[in-house]
T-cell receptor, first 115, second 114 residues
Framework: AQKVTQAQTEISVVEKEDVTLDCVYE???????LFWYKQPPSGELVFLIR??????QNEISGRYSWNFQKSTSSFNFTITASQVVDSAVYFC????????????FGTGTRLTIIP | EAGVTQSPTHLIKTRGQQATLRCSPI?????VYWYQQALGLGLQFLLW???????NRGNFPPRFSGRQFPNYSSELNVNALELEDSALYLC?????????????FGPGTRLTVL
């Protein structure tokens, strides 16, 4: 069985602060894929990043960075110099390599950036 | 390039009725997925269609069904609506093929059952 845990239900930070969203996953598969999605108030899930289990290289995209650590089954997401537009619910998700295409989502972290 | 589109935006039904939700994938995408986002239950996988066939199904009763048309658009039908079916229903599409492909989501249909 697969499981994704996002222990932080809600986080509030003041604009320009850095913030890290935690994601811990469980899977018995040796090959799997991890994703982060952003859900603004409009409701649409916006794809942010995919990470393959065999690629532990961390990634940076502008103010966003992701830290994938297989040893601790974590895939954390950091926003540097946060902005009000970053306010949203962020979901971490997991998919196996068996072709059933099911995304298993965490419960999400609601991030509020205070101006 | 147009994203995933869904209609209607909002749908209000009464208990026992049927609801039909529609989804058009991104051009070139052959796979369509349906997810339910209900309050307190998070995002749950409902159905996956690829090349017109149902490929996988989540843990939902048979009154949740759907189909995929030759143009790859899809319908989700919910029969005998219950109050707990009230939720945001999200459709996603992907190019199919390798499991690593990301799914791109539409804006959702908010279903309210009274």
């Amino acid at each position: 069985a697969q499981k994704v845990t996002q222990a932080q239900t809600e986080i509030s930070v003041v604009e320009k602060e850095d913030v890290t969203l935690d994601c811990v996953y469980e899977t018995r598969d040796t090959t799997y894929y991890l994703f982060w999605y952003k859900q603004p108030p409009s409701g649409e899930l916006v794809f942010l990043i995919r990470r393959n289990s065999f690629d532990e290289q961390n990634e940076i995209s502008g103010r966003y960075s992701w830290n994938f650590q297989k040893s601790t089954s974590s895939f954390n997401f950091t926003i540097t110099a946060s902005q009000v537009v970053d306010s949203a619910v962020y979901f971490c998700a997991l998919k196996n390599n068996f072709g059933n295409e099911k995304l298993t989502f965490g419960t999400g972290t609601r991030l509020t950036i205070i101006p | 390039e147009a994203g995933v589109t869904q209609s209607p935006t909002h749908l209000i039904k009464t208990r026992g009725q049927q609801a039909t939700l529609r989804c058009s994938p991104i051009s070139g995408h052959t796979s369509v997925y349906w997810y339910q986002q209900a309050l307190g239950l998070g995002l749950q996988f409902l159905l996956w269609y690829d090349e017109g066939e149902e490929r996988n199904r989540g843990n939902f009763p048979p009154r949740f069904s759907g189909r995929q048309f030759p143009n790859y658009s899809s319908e989700l039908n919910v029969n005998a609506l219950e109050l707990e079916d009230s939720a945001l229903y999200l459709c996603a599409s992907s190019t199919g093929g390798p499991s690593q492909n990301e799914q791109f989501f539409g804006p959702g249909t908010r279903l309210t059952v009274l």
